[in-house]
């Protein structure tokens, strides 16, 4: 008789355990220095604008390990080119920047600046939440020039937009790509076909590219 109270106690008690845990509410958590696609505090993007302050306001800014810019040289501007609500901080440099500039492209996330990427060709403009940017290359002695697409997936290639994903507009002649050396022809209809999917059909967005004054930095990264 008592193995048969044991047996029916223990089986209460599993039932009400079983009860308990159907009842309890669902919970989410979140690291204290992570955000997610859909919201970004304003404590994080404060978080976010000191770090790009600091960064700008270096005497050098590293373009790779064996080239660095005066930050006095460079400009800089924020924009949205990943999947996420946080703001990305471009960085511009080159000789005749306003103009012609390379970018490098920089977000905060887990509590550090990360390098996106860094654009192999003079900056056009970006295509919103795609990773993609708009570039072009006096490419050959004739200084013709080429339009390039360059999707980074931020896996492989250590931050150089040009190692990813290409594609090339050059005259009427159409090419398509992984980095700056190996290419292939396709036709109109298919360049145009593999923009539409790269971009997802998005405009190109311009970014003004801001002198990297205290005044600037204090102005559009507050």
């Known amino acids: ?10 089986a209460f008690v599993i039932l009400m355990m ?13 690291a204290s220095n992570t955000y997610t696609t859909s919201k970004v505090t304003k404590t994080q993007k404060k978080k976010a604008y000191a770090a790009y302050k600091k960064l700008l306001s270096k005497s050098q800014i590293k373009v790779d390990k064996w080239y660095s810019v005066k930050s006095s040289d460079v400009y800089f501007n924020i924009g949205y080119i990943n999947n996420d609500k946080m703001p990305d901080l471009f960085v511009f440099y080159g000789a005749g920047a306003r103009n012609y500039a390379n970018a490098m492209i920089y977000t905060y996330k887990n509590g550090k600046v990360k390098k996106i990427g860094t654009t192999g060709g003079d900056f056009l403009g970006y295509y919103k939440k795609t990773m993609v940017c708009q570039t072009t290359s006096r490419s050959d002695a004739y200084g013709n020039v080429g339009t390039y697409y360059e999707k980074a997936n931020g896996k492989s290639n250590k931050g150089d937009l040009l190692k990813y994903t290409s594609l090339i507009k050059k005259g009427a002649e159409y090419k398509v790509g992984v980095g700056n050396y190996s ?10 076909a593999k923009l539409r999917s790269l971009t997802k059909g998005k405009k190109l967005t311009r970014v003004k590219m ?10 559009i990264l507050k």
């Open 183 to 192: 290419y292939s022809k396709i036709s109109k209809s298919s360049f145009n």
């Open 1 to 10: 008789m008592k193995k048969t109270f044991a047996r029916k106690l223990g």
């Open 18 to 30: 079983c009860m308990l845990f159907a009842a309890a509410p669902a919970q989410t958590w979140a």
């Open 210 to 219: 801001l002198n990297n004054t205290a005044a600037n930095r204090d102005a």
